[in-house]
């Protein structure tokens, strides 16, 4: 997924001739930190609140105050890794996106980020997810894999994050079924170290029903 397939089209943008009492007003309204300075559809920068909290007046236009603008921004063809990682990098409420004659062409809402993140991630589809920690030299996905096919499931999404001043690192990954009981117990087979897992079992099922039978019957 590209930056431009990201742009938030709701996303307003300023102009040197906008009063920074319109500024702030617009980043209320829009939960944002932080809006794009454009003229003539060219990206002069990211106007802060911060910013606009040091001028003299509010009344006066944006363009009379002297003011250090953020010059951060994605080409429209940036992958959404990069989006990520420079919003994130920059705790940014939104990201300007700009074509190849470095023209604005709009901005990628935190909100959108997240819910294509979501996506990305296949967070919305039903499954469990568990977490497993390994050595950085053990780690082969495409064994992981095996194991979890083996039990008739399959990966939609698996992401890593390592451990600081360690060798040590953590696989998180989604499978396609919500019962993740017999592939736990083939982790535990081949010796791997599950640290946590999220999903429902058909034990729990089974106490549920037979919980919910039992009220069934005091209640007669």
């Not at 603008?69 to 700009?98: F, N, R």
Request: no cysteine.
């Amino acid at each position: 997924m590209l930056a431009q397939e990201l742009i938030s089209e709701e996303i307003p943008e300023l102009k040197p001739t906008d009063s920074a009492e319109k500024a702030l007003q617009l980043m209320e309204d829009f939960k944002l930190t932080e809006m794009p300075l454009i003229e003539d559809g060219l990206f002069l920068g990211l106007l802060t609140e911060n910013a606009i909290l040091d001028f003299d007046s509010l009344d006066r236009k944006i363009g009379r105050n002297k003011v250090e603008l953020d010059p951060t921004a994605v080409s429209s063809y940036e992958h959404i890794y990069e989006v990520i990682g420079k919003m994130a990098g920059k705790k940014l409420s939104l990201l300007p996106v700009l074509d190849d004659a470095k023209q604005y062409v709009g901005s990628i809402s935190l909100a959108k980020l997240v819910d294509h993140i979501a996506q990305l991630g296949a967070m919305k589809d039903p499954g469990g997810i568990l977490q497993v920690e390994m050595n950085v030299n053990d780690y082969s996905l495409a064994e992981i894999a095996t194991l979890v096919e083996s039990n008739g499931a399959k990966i939609v999404s698996s992401y890593v994050s390592t451990h600081d001043d360690s060798t040590k690192m953590d696989l998180t990954i989604k499978i396609n079924q919500t019962d993740l009981s017999a592939i736990i117990q083939t982790f535990e087979r081949y010796n791997y170290n599950l640290v946590a897992s999220f999903h429902k079992s058909e034990l729990e099922d089974d106490l549920k029903k037979r919980y919910d039978a039992f009220l069934h019957y005091l209640n007669m």
